[in-house]
């Protein structure tokens, strides 16, 4: 506390972007831009067909309706302001501003691996228990499973989120990044921070480690279920129908183990950008893409709702 008066708090961080970059501001601001606005068309394009075909209201489809939201969201608590970083070479958000990004993204990063797990579970029933898939995964509850990953999204990251908000900032306040991530805001902080993060990590393992574990466990059942199945097209056809939630949770997840395992701190800074940019910015724009390529009930989908508007 002695400390704390005889330093001055910062009032607003300088986020610095991508500061080797500033002679393609412009091009960079177009490229994340045309992303962005695809990102969001992609991702709502699969929520109104999810909501409007009669031949995608299913369970998995629902769950896809609402990961495709959680896209959104992520993609918009993050590229917008980025936009702004980058035009104008670095830009100022205020401390309060910045801790409210950080919880805005852990929360749909949280809820996307939730989501992400329900799906694997849906898998798991249809191919592994298809005689009583209908009656398990009913209407009431695909509903529960979504608003818990929803509700524990939203309320979880507070764990780590609100000690985060008690640290007292001073001296620098440039941080080296597009946005307001958790390993930078650390190294500014004149406070302890390993109480904090060693909070961040444990409250890691129920909404990241856990959720991972268990993807993994369900398809290994999956796949043993699947081997079984005595004809190749049968095996084929099982296996098409959980192939894109396999590609969209081995993107994803690859990314996330890469940003919280490797040691940034200790390496370059551009490391942790690169990752970051796959995360944000070019998982949820790939996810639509890889459903939409890989899943004829969607392609028959944009195809009627084309006739539709046509």
């Given at each position: 506390?002695?400390?704390?008066?005889?330093?001055?708090?910062?009032?607003?961080?300088?986020?610095?972007?991508?500061?080797?970059?500033?002679?393609?501001?412009?091009?960079?601001?177009?490229?994340?831009?045309?992303?962005?606005?695809?990102?969001?068309?992609?991702?709502?394009?699969?929520?109104?067909?999810?909501?409007?075909?009669?031949?995608?209201?299913?369970?998995?489809?629902?769950?896809?309706?609402?990961?495709?939201?959680?896209?959104?969201?992520?993609?918009?608590?993050?590229?917008?302001?980025?936009?702004?970083?980058?035009?104008?070479?670095?830009?100022?958000?205020?401390?309060?501003?910045?801790?409210?990004?950080?919880?805005?993204?852990?929360?749909?990063?949280?809820?996307?691996?939730?989501?992400?797990?329900?799906?694997?579970?849906?898998?798991?029933?249809?191919?592994?228990?298809?005689?009583?898939?209908?009656?398990?995964?009913?209407?009431?509850?695909?509903?529960?499973?979504?608003?818990?990953?929803?509700?524990?999204?939203?309320?979880?990251?507070?764990?780590?989120?609100?000690?985060?908000?008690?640290?007292?900032?001073?001296?620098?306040?440039?941080?080296?990044?597009?946005?307001?991530?958790?390993?930078?805001?650390?190294?500014?902080?004149?406070?302890?921070?390993?109480?904090?993060?060693?909070?961040v990590f444990m409250s890691s393992f129920p909404t990241i480690v856990i959720p991972f574990i268990f993807i993994i466990v369900s398809y290994c059942y999956i796949s043993r279920t699947v081997m079984g199945i005595p004809t190749t097209l049968g095996r084929k056809k099982a296996f098409s129908t959980c192939s894109s939630h396999l590609a969209v949770v081995s993107a994803y997840y690859g990314t996330l183990i890469i940003k919280y395992t490797v040691p940034f701190r200790a390496n370059s800074h551009v490391l942790n950008k690169i990752v970051s940019l796959l995360y944000?910015?070019?998982?949820?724009?790939?996810?639509?893409?890889?459903?939409?390529?890989?899943?004829?009930?969607?392609?028959?989908?944009?195809?009627?709702?084309?006739?539709?508007?046509?």
């Amino acid at each position: 506390e002695i400390l704390k008066k005889n330093l001055t708090a910062i009032s607003e961080f300088l986020l610095l972007g991508f500061e080797n970059l500033h002679s393609f501001k412009t091009l960079l601001f177009f490229v994340f831009l045309t992303i962005y606005i695809f990102t969001v068309a992609g991702n709502l394009l699969i929520v109104v067909l999810v909501s409007t075909s009669p031949q995608i209201q299913s369970p998995m489809y629902f769950f896809l309706s609402h990961l495709s939201v959680s896209d959104v969201l992520l993609t918009t608590y993050a590229i917008p302001n980025m936009l702004r970083v980058v035009l104008e070479e670095g830009s100022t958000m205020s401390v309060n501003g910045c801790l409210t990004q950080f919880y805005l993204i852990c929360v749909s990063t949280i809820v996307e691996c939730f989501l992400l797990t329900v799906m694997s579970y849906d898998r798991y029933q249809a191919i592994c228990n298809p005689l009583h898939y209908t009656t398990i995964m009913n209407n009431r509850l695909c509903t529960i499973l979504v608003f818990l990953s929803w509700f524990l999204g939203s309320v979880w990251p507070l764990i780590a989120v609100i000690p985060v908000f008690n640290l007292f900032f001073c001296h620098s306040n440039v941080i080296d990044h597009f946005y307001c991530d958790f390993a930078p805001i650390m190294e500014l902080s004149c406070s302890d921070t390993s109480l904090v993060e060693r909070e961040v990590f444990m409250s890691s393992f129920p909404t990241i480690v856990i959720p991972f574990i268990f993807i993994i466990v369900s398809y290994c059942y999956i796949s043993r279920t699947v081997m079984g199945i005595p004809t190749t097209l049968g095996r084929k056809k099982a296996f098409s129908t959980c192939s894109s939630h396999l590609a969209v949770v081995s993107a994803y997840y690859g990314t996330l183990i890469i940003k919280y395992t490797v040691p940034f701190r200790a390496n370059s800074h551009v490391l942790n950008k690169i990752v970051s940019l796959l995360y944000t910015v070019f998982t949820p724009f790939f996810n639509p893409i890889i459903y939409s390529l890989r899943n004829n009930d969607i392609k028959m989908a944009i195809k009627k709702l084309g006739v539709f508007l046509y």
